[in-house]
C-alpha cells in the first residue's frame, strides 16, 4: 500500500447486511448491499464493490447512499453495467450516507482525499481508474495531484474546480438555507436541477431518494460543502489521462465550468455530450458509459441500458413488498405528523418500547441515519 496510514477495519467490524432487490443484469446478481468500512483519521468510510476486473472508483456526487443508490433502477442499471467489464467500487464521502462517524461534511478537501485513499487500501487497490462527478470532481483532482502513482486514469463527470464558481454567493447561501429549513421543499427544487426533463414518476422517485438518504442537516452540510471545494492550485498538477463529460444543458453544474476543469488539466480531452441530466446514469446513460468506458479501454462495448428498459424496471420496483412491516410503516406516518412516541403508544395502543422498537427496527431495515429520514421515507412510499 502506498501513500495513506489509514488502516481496514473490516476484521474488526462486520458489515451491515442491508437488504436490497435482487437483480440479475447480464450475469451480476445481487441481493443486498454488502457495505465495508475503511477507517480514515476521524472517519469511518462506507465502502462495497460489485464485478472483477481492472478497479474503477466512481462516486462524489452530492447526495449518496450506497444502499439506496443501489435500490435506484437507473444507477443499479449503470454500476451493473460497468461491472460487466470493470471492478466498481463505490463509497459514500465522509459525512453522507452510511459514513456517519462525523456529523457533517468537511468542507476542505483534505479528510475526503483522505477517504478515498482508506477505501482504496481497505479494497487492497494500488491503482484506480477514478470516474467522479460534480462535487467529486475537485476530490477527484486533488487526490490525482497528491498521489500520482494511484491514479491510472480519470473520468469527470459534469465537473468544476471552484465551488464559488457554481452560482452567486446570495444563491449558494439561499439554497442551503432552504435545505436546511425546508428539505421537503427543498428536495423539489433539486430534482429540476438534476434532473429537468424527468416524467412524473422519475421525478417523484428521485425526491424520496433524496428525503431517505440524508437528514435536512446533513443535506445541507453537504451542499455547504460542494461550495467550498477548491482543485484549481492542484489540477495543474495533475498527471493522470484525464476525460471531461459534461452535458451540454445541465443546470446543476455549467458546461463553462466542465470547459474551465479540461483547460485547468494538462492534456484533458473534453467531451460535450447533448442532454441535460446531470447524473451520468439519467438522460442517455449509455452514451456517457460508452464514452467513459472506451476511454478506459473497453472497446466495442455494448450497452444494454435503454430509457424504456430503465423505466419498466422502475415501475416493477413500485410493485415489490415494502422493507418495513406494515406496522412499522403506520408508526413512521405518526412520526412524520410529529407524534411523539408516548403520543403514538397512547394512540395505537402500544406500550412506549414497542414503538421505540419499531422506529430502530424500521431504520435499520431501510438503512437510514435518523428517526426524520426514516419518516420522510415513510411518507414518500406510503400507498
Given at each position: 500500500m502506498?501513500?495513506?496510514?489509514?488502516?481496514?477495519r473490516?476484521?474488526?467490524?462486520?458489515?451491515?447486511?442491508?437488504?436490497?432487490?435482487?437483480v440479475?443484469?447480464?450475469?451480476?446478481?445481487?441481493a443486498?448491499?454488502?457495505?465495508?468500512?475503511?477507517?480514515?483519521?476521524?472517519?469511518?468510510?462506507?465502502w462495497?464493490?460489485?464485478?472483477?476486473?481492472?478497479?474503477?472508483?466512481?462516486?462524489?456526487?452530492?447526495?449518496?447512499?450506497?444502499?439506496?443508490?443501489?435500490?435506484?433502477?437507473?444507477?443499479?442499471?449503470?454500476?451493473?453495467?460497468?461491472?460487466?467489464?470493470?471492478r466498481?467500487?463505490?463509497?459514500?464521502?465522509?459525512?453522507?450516507?452510511?459514513?456517519?462517524?462525523?456529523?457533517?461534511?468537511?468542507?476542505?478537501?483534505?479528510?475526503?482525499?483522505?477517504?478515498?485513499?482508506?477505501?482504496?487500501d481497505?479494497a487492497?487497490?494500488?491503482?484506480?481508474?477514478?470516474?467522479?462527478?460534480?462535487?467529486?470532481?475537485?476530490?477527484?483532482?486533488?487526490?490525482?495531484?497528491?498521489?500520482?502513482?494511484?491514479?491510472?486514469?480519470?473520468?469527470?463527470?459534469?465537473?468544476?474546480?471552484?465551488?464559488?464558481s457554481?452560482?452567486?454567493?446570495?444563491?449558494?447561501?439561499?439554497?442551503?438555507?432552504?435545505?436546511?429549513?425546508?428539505?421537503?421543499?427543498?428536495s423539489?427544487?433539486?430534482?429540476?436541477?438534476?434532473?429537468?426533463?424527468?416524467?412524473?414518476?422519475?421525478?417523484?422517485a428521485?425526491i424520496?431518494?433524496?428525503?431517505?438518504?440524508?437528514?435536512?442537516?446533513?443535506?445541507?452540510?453537504?451542499?455547504?460543502?460542494?461550495?467550498?471545494?477548491?482543485?484549481?492550485?492542484?489540477?495543474?498538477?495533475?498527471r493522470?489521462?484525464?476525460?471531461?463529460l459534461?452535458?451540454?444543458?445541465?443546470?446543476?453544474i455549467?458546461?463553462?465550468?466542465?470547459?474551465?476543469t479540461?483547460?485547468?488539466?494538462?492534456?484533458?480531452?473534453?467531451?460535450?455530450l447533448?442532454?441535460?441530466?446531470?447524473?451520468?446514469?439519467?438522460?442517455?446513460?449509455?452514451?456517457?458509459?460508452?464514452?467513459?468506458?472506451?476511454?478506459?479501454?473497453v472497446?466495442?462495448?455494448?450497452?444494454?441500458?435503454?430509457?424504456?428498459?430503465?423505466?419498466a424496471?422502475?415501475?416493477?420496483?413500485t410493485q415489490?413488498?415494502?422493507?418495513?412491516?406494515?406496522?412499522?410503516?403506520e408508526?413512521?406516518?405518526?412520526?412524520?405528523?410529529?407524534?411523539?412516541?408516548?403520543?403514538i403508544?397512547?394512540?395505537?395502543?402500544?406500550?412506549?418500547?414497542?414503538?421505540?422498537?419499531?422506529v430502530?427496527?424500521?431504520r435499520t431495515?431501510?438503512?437510514?441515519?435518523?428517526?426524520?429520514?426514516?419518516?420522510?421515507?415513510?411518507?414518500?412510499?406510503?400507498?
Open positions: 502506498t501513500g495513506s496510514s489509514a488502516r481496514c473490516d476484521a474488526a467490524r462486520p458489515a451491515p447486511h442491508l437488504a436490497g432487490p435482487v440479475h443484469t447480464d450475469g451480476v446478481e445481487s443486498s448491499v454488502d457495505v465495508r468500512y475503511a477507517w480514515s483519521g476521524t472517519d469511518d468510510v462506507a462495497s464493490e460489485l464485478g472483477d476486473g481492472e478497479p474503477v472508483l466512481i462516486g462524489g456526487w452530492w447526495m449518496s447512499h450506497l444502499p439506496h443508490d443501489w435500490a435506484s433502477p437507473p444507477f443499479r442499471a449503470f454500476a451493473s453495467e460497468m461491472a460487466r467489464h470493470r466498481v467500487i463505490r463509497m459514500d464521502l465522509p459525512g453522507s450516507g452510511l459514513s456517519r462517524s462525523r456529523g457533517e461534511t468537511p468542507i476542505t478537501l483534505g479528510p475526503h482525499v483522505d477517504a478515498v485513499a482508506a477505501v482504496l481497505a487492497r487497490v494500488d491503482q484506480v481508474t477514478i470516474m467522479a462527478g460534480s462535487s467529486g470532481c475537485p476530490i477527484a483532482v486533488e487526490f490525482a495531484a497528491r498521489y500520482p502513482e494511484r491514479v491510472h486514469r480519470l473520468v469527470l463527470a459534469g465537473p468544476y474546480l471552484d465551488g464559488g457554481v452560482a452567486a454567493a446570495p444563491d449558494r447561501e439561499a439554497l442551503v438555507e432552504m435545505v436546511r429549513r425546508s428539505w421537503g421543499v427543498s423539489r427544487v433539486m430534482s429540476d436541477i438534476f434532473y429537468p426533463d424527468a416524467t412524473p414518476e422519475q421525478r417523484r428521485y424520496a431518494h433524496q428525503r431517505s438518504s440524508a437528514t435536512p442537516h446533513m443535506a445541507a452540510a453537504a451542499l455547504e460543502a460542494v461550495y467550498q471545494f477548491d482543485a484549481r492550485e492542484s489540477a495543474p498538477a495533475v493522470a489521462p484525464t476525460l471531461v459534461h452535458r451540454r444543458g445541465d443546470r446543476a455549467r458546461l463553462a465550468l466542465g470547459v474551465a479540461a483547460q485547468a488539466i494538462p492534456g484533458a480531452h473534453l467531451e460535450v447533448d442532454g441535460d441530466a446531470h447524473h451520468p446514469w439519467h438522460g442517455d446513460a449509455a452514451t456517457f458509459l460508452r464514452r467513459a468506458m472506451a476511454f478506459d479501454g472497446d466495442e462495448m455494448h450497452v444494454s441500458l435503454s430509457p424504456g428498459a430503465v423505466d424496471e422502475a415501475a416493477r420496483r415489490r413488498p415494502s422493507p418495513i412491516s406494515a406496522r412499522e410503516l408508526v413512521l406516518l405518526l412520526v412524520a405528523k410529529g407524534r411523539t412516541d408516548a403520543q403508544a397512547s394512540e395505537l395502543f402500544l406500550s412506549v418500547h414497542t414503538v421505540h422498537r419499531h430502530a427496527n424500521a431495515k431501510l438503512g437510514v441515519p435518523s428517526r426524520s429520514a426514516a419518516a420522510a421515507w415513510a411518507v414518500a412510499n406510503a400507498r
